[in-house]
């Protein structure tokens, strides 16, 4: 398998086969341990054990350490993985037999760890985000590169199908220019009581940073980098602490502008998130947070429904008007021809933790290739966590004044 082409390693990624160490990086000596991958785990709450889930799908990925400062947890989870338990993070830095750290912790402990591990000479994956400045993140990326370390934040989007089907409909044009778009996320805060370290800025940095990299990111890599053009946060009255709840930026693309709402009011049987792209022709939106469901809604011609097949495959598809082909009408004074007004769907949301999980899997492979090649191209790499979490102090900034 040749790993430095991007688009086969992403084909594969995305399907039932998790890609293989590189022959061509064993060939060129890079270290490692063989066909192994020993792993250490810092954070030991329920979303590390899912995560471990996922790792060990990877044929080579062994998981030999945790650690937790809440020894029943931690000795929970090391004794699920068959792994050692750490109460101090420190000690499992010492441990020679552990070749990469996974960060779990809360966010304001990611930069004080991932720099920890980088000096004791391993391999980083950290939970998003980076750090809760940006200076902290650019430290560690140049610490990282000076020991010829992986350093990477676990920003999951760009490993999931639906990013990759959107990001070639952007790319090809297949429903014109891009104009607008939004990201809503009305999440529950059913299970975050008033002393959870969600609302703590100074141990989550905020709801921009703690949750919306994940989806700076993501527009960045459908329309390139957003310019910040706005942001507010709005305090939740009657409660004894200070806390914002409510959150909204405005970002600047190159063809158009998106707005990023996060809301952490709503029962847990109400948590939804929507986001939708506005074109020309048309407009895709997608559902969950980690999307599953897709609808689309445009005018397309024969060629590019035959492209949409080829990219997504099997689909749900209303036509709304079959009497001919070769319609035309106007926008923006340019007119516009197609064959088909179409409502395609796409997806269920029974796939969420299945889908949540492989995406897990594809990141931990990807990572791993580069660890064996460095001229491995990766989908996300230390650049995401710096630029994600440089918006997002941006807009934590600007929304502090309202």
Not at 52 to 80: P, T
Not at 210 to 231: C, P, Q, R, T, Y
Not at 380 to 389: K, T
Request: with cysteine; hydrophobic share 40%; charged share 25%.
């Amino acid at each position: 398998m040749n790993i430095i082409n991007q688009n086969k390693s992403v084909e594969r990624a995305f399907g039932k086969i998790v890609p293989s160490p590189s022959e061509e990086g064993l060939s060129k000596g890079f270290l490692w341990r063989g066909e192994a991958l020993p792993i250490g785990i810092i954070g030991a709450g329920n979303f590390a054990s899912f995560a471990a889930k996922a790792f060990l799908k990877i044929k080579g990925i062994k998981i030999v350490a945790v650690s937790d400062i809440n020894k029943g947890n931690g000795n929970l989870l090391a004794q699920e993985l068959n792994a050692k338990f750490y109460l101090q993070y420190g000690k499992l830095l010492e441990d020679k037999n552990v070749d990469l750290i996974y960060i779990a912790t809360p966010p304001f402990l990611h930069y004080e760890i991932s720099k920890a591990g980088l000096q004791a000479g391993k391999h980083v994956i950290c939970e998003k985000p980076a750090a809760l400045k940006t200076s902290e993140a650019e430290e560690l990326q140049s610490l990282a590169k000076e020991r010829n370390l992986l350093y990477v934040v676990n920003l999951i989007q760009r490993y999931n199908p639906l990013y990759t089907t959107v990001k070639k409909i952007i790319d090809q044009k297949i429903m014109g220019n891009f104009l607008h778009g939004f990201f809503e996320n009305y999440a529950s805060d059913e299970n975050l009581n008033e002393q959870h370290w969600f609302w703590n800025e100074e141990k989550s940095g905020g709801i921009f940073i703690e949750h919306g990299v994940h989806f700076f990111d993501m527009f960045s890599g459908w329309l390139g980098n957003g310019k910040v053009i706005n942001a507010i946060q709005l305090h939740r009255e009657n409660v004894n602490t200070k806390m914002y709840d409510r959150v909204q930026a405005t970002l600047l693309y190159k063809d158009g502008i998106v707005n990023f709402y996060h809301g952490f009011d709503q029962p847990k049987i109400l948590d939804r998130q929507e986001m939708r792209l506005q074109f020309e022709r048309g407009d895709i939106t997608l559902y969950e947070w980690i999307p599953v469901k897709m609808k689309l809604h445009g005018l397309l011609k024969k060629e590019e429904l035959k492209t949409l097949h080829e990219l997504i495959g099997l689909f749900a598809i209303v036509k709304h008007d079959t009497n001919q082909t070769n319609k035309k009408v106007r926008g923006k004074f340019s007119e516009i021809s197609f064959d088909d007004h179409v409502t395609i769907e796409y997806g269920s949301s029974a796939e969420k933790q299945s889908r949540y999980q492989q995406m897990l899997t594809n990141m931990l492979a990807d990572q791993w290739s580069w660890i064996k090649n460095k001229n491995h191209i990766r989908i996300i790499d230390d650049n995401n966590a710096v630029e994600s979490l440089r918006i997002a102090e941006q807009v934590t900034k600007i929304g502090k004044k309202y």
